[in-house]
């Protein structure tokens, strides 16, 4: 009796989580199958299920339209270059807030994480502002300054550099490692996993960050995907093929490195978390 | 081995941590510490005549009267009220699911539910835009072609387009609000389970006795985390719908950017950007005050 019970609650539970699932990714399936197809057949009832023949012509509008290769290039160098740059700077200030003593070293850190708590909407004016005076509008710099430094990123490091051994730090000292060159050669590799989470966490950050770009960028040779995907839709006439390529080049490489690095991924992206 | 706890004491340079925050803490002060007092300073100015001058509490009270904030926080309020519930129930429900020992190829669940998590904001919107349209779209295909249900106008129809916008944000961050719980669940000691078996307890109780209360702290997380979220949504109605049709779906965010970069009015799109970082700080604090009342 009791067997049968688990049974039946075997099956249902395990056909609510398929169903759940499918929900999860039908759109995803749907948003690629779309890509290939025309505005025309992506509008035909019954819909088209299966990839079309359009891929081509929807990359080469896409092209036409936006200047995809070039926004996909802005996108790319922009991620790559903020994810290096802030990692490297939250590891440096989270090293030292987690390793040293110094005088002012809670104040400063406190100082640090509060403003987690203040919502971005509430700097967007200054930094607007503050660009446009650098003459910094519709440039990569623009872009990337304002989130470099990062109170969560630091805020991350800080909790990880905890664990690093201070003996380890005090033998690479007294084998006459600069202060600099320790942090470089013996604290940074035995960090590798907690970089790795936050380097994704930051990639996605700015590979999907979609307000300040859209508020310093209006030349759309300088758009983000993002960006570039927005403009289509305030088009009078929308090419829906165009769209929905649009779409899935933005999510095929986060996509591609989820699967290969589930478990980094996930903790990367739930560390990160705070920002929501 | 006499130098030792000297070394120890002495070994670094008094300038070392400072040259390592260094970097970060200048950059840090130019481009958040100072925008966040300039544009409390802002919002007490008003632009007259292409500079701005001391306004006292003009815009502020200015907000008082603007039905569009009005609206605006009204919409953030009743998703925050509707949407932000259901998707926790659902993570929940699915975490626990997962989580049953019934339950195989718990991996590749959680990667399916956990994939519309990675997608940018926009790009999801993008696809919503057409999943949810009217005539051609998947949704009222299903509805109105399978099963025999009147078509809805989503993202035209005021109410609908609030739903279809919950919809899609439910969507999005269902998966990754059930990540955080599963976490949370795997944490729960098994032998309290058993215990409850031998006294009796059935499924239902169990999840009431045991898995809510245990989970209650990353509950409180990811409600704070929805909470603030929903408070600052922007992406989705700016693709979706604008904020439409007739202002049901314009939020706090979408009001800061039309007035900030669209009329350029930044004394009052700051006043408008305060009062919800104060909402959110109020919210926040009163969330962990509810919720920290009586777990421990």
Redesign the interface.
């Known amino acids: 009796m009791i067997e049968r019970k688990?049974l039946i609650?075997?099956i249902l539970?395990?056909a609510?989580?398929i169903a759940?699932?499918f929900?999860?990714?039908a759109?995803?399936y749907?948003?690629f199958i779309?890509a290939t197809h025309s505005t025309g057949e992506?509008?035909?009832?019954?819909?088209n299920l299966l990839p079309g023949k359009h891929l081509l012509s929807n990359l080469a509008n896409l092209q036409a339209e936006v200047g995809l290769a070039r926004v996909v290039f802005n996108s790319t160098i922009l991620a790559v270059v903020y994810t290096i740059v802030t990692v490297f700077?939250?590891a440096?200030?989270g090293?030292?807030?987690a390793k040293?003593q110094?005088r002012g070293?809670d104040a400063?850190f406190f100082?640090?994480l509060i403003?987690i708590?203040?919502?971005?909407?509430?700097?967007?004016?200054?930094?607007?502002?503050?660009m446009a005076k650098l003459g910094w509008i519709n440039t990569y710099k623009a872009v990337l300054?304002?989130?470099?430094?990062n109170?969560f990123g630091?805020f991350l490091m800080r909790q990880n550099m905890q664990a690093v051994p201070t003996e380890m730090i005090?033998a690479g000292?007294?084998d006459g490692c600069s202060?600099f060159g320790t942090?470089m050669r013996i604290v940074l590799p035995s960090m590798r996993p907690a970089l790795a989470a936050l380097a994704i966490y930051m990639f996605?950050f700015q590979?999907?960050n979609?307000?300040w770009p859209l508020?310093v960028l209006n030349d759309p040779k300088m758009y983000t995907?993002?960006v570039a995907?927005?403009s289509?839709?305030g088009l009078s006439r929308i090419d829906?093929g165009q769209?929905?390529l649009?779409?899935s080049v933005?999510?095929l490489p986060?996509?591609a490195v989820?699967?290969i690095l589930?478990r980094q991924?996930?903790s990367g992206?739930?560390s990160g978390?705070?920002k929501? | 081995m006499t130098g030792g706890p000297r070394?120890?004491a002495r070994?670094?340079?008094?300038l070392?941590?400072?040259?390592?925050?260094a970097?970060?803490?200048?950059?840090?002060s130019i481009?958040?510490?100072?925008?966040?007092i300039?544009?409390?300073l802002?919002s007490f100015q008003t632009r007259q005549a292409g500079s701005y001058v001391f306004a006292g509490l003009a815009n502020y009270a200015r907000l008082i009267s603007d039905d569009y904030f009005l609206t605006a926080l009204l919409n953030n309020f009743t998703i925050l009220a509707i949407q932000v519930p259901v998707q926790l129930v659902l993570a929940l429900l699915?975490a626990v699911?997962?989580n049953?020992a019934?339950?195989r190829f718990k991996?590749a669940?959680?990667?399916?539910?956990?994939?519309?998590?990675?997608?940018?904001?926009?790009?999801?919107s993008?696809?919503?835009?057409?999943?949810l349209?009217t005539?051609?779209g998947?949704v009222n295909?299903f509805l109105h072609?399978i099963l025999k249900l009147p078509k809805i106008d989503w993202l035209a129809n005021p109410f609908w387009a609030k739903v279809g916008l919950m919809m899609a944000i439910t969507?999005r961050w269902t998966?990754?609000n059930m990540?955080?719980m599963l976490?949370g669940l795997q944490q729960i000691s098994g032998e309290l389970y058993e215990a409850a078996n031998i006294d009796g307890a059935g499924t239902v109780q169990r999840f009431f006795r045991i898995t809510v209360p245990m989970l209650k702290p990353i509950i409180l997380?990811a409600f704070i985390?929805?909470t603030?979220?929903t408070?600052?949504l922007?992406?989705e109605p700016?693709?979706l719908t604008k904020g439409g049709p007739n202002n049901a779906t314009l939020t706090a965010?979408l009001y800061?950017?039309r007035q900030?970069?669209q009329y350029f009015d930044?004394g009052y799109?700051?006043a408008i950007?305060?009062v919800?970082?104060a909402i959110?700080?109020v919210l926040?604090w009163f969330q962990l005050k509810i919720g920290g009342a009586d777990s421990d």
Do not use: H, K
């Not at chain 1, 708590?117 to 503050?130: C, D, E, K, N, R």
């Not at chain 2, 669940?109 to 999801?124: K, N, Q, S």
């Open positions: 688990n609650a075997r539970l395990f609510g989580l759940g699932a929900l999860s990714l759109p995803f749907w948003m779309a992506i509008f035909a009832l019954p819909p700077l939250s440096m200030a090293y030292a807030f040293f110094f070293r400063i100082g640090v403003t708590m203040v919502p971005y909407q509430a700097t967007l004016i200054p930094l607007f502002s503050t300054t304002p989130n470099l430094a109170a630091i005090e000292r007294i202060e942090f996605m590979w999907n979609f307000m508020v995907i993002p995907l927005s289509l839709i829906y769209l929905m649009g779409a933005s999510t986060i996509m989820f699967l589930q991924f996930i992206i739930l978390s705070v929501g | 070394r120890r070994s670094f340079s008094r070392t941590p400072y040259l390592f925050i970097p970060a803490v200048i950059l840090f481009f958040t510490i100072y925008p966040i300039a544009s409390f802002l699915i699911g997962l049953s019934l339950v991996g669940f959680r990667v399916a539910y956990f994939m519309p998590a990675i997608t940018a904001l926009v790009a999801y993008v696809v919503f835009v057409i999943l349209n005539d051609f998947l295909y072609s969507w998966g990754y990540v955080i976490a997380f985390l929805s603030i979220g408070l600052q922007f992406d700016y693709i965010a800061i950017y900030g970069f930044f799109a700051s950007s305060y919800l970082v959110i700080a926040s």
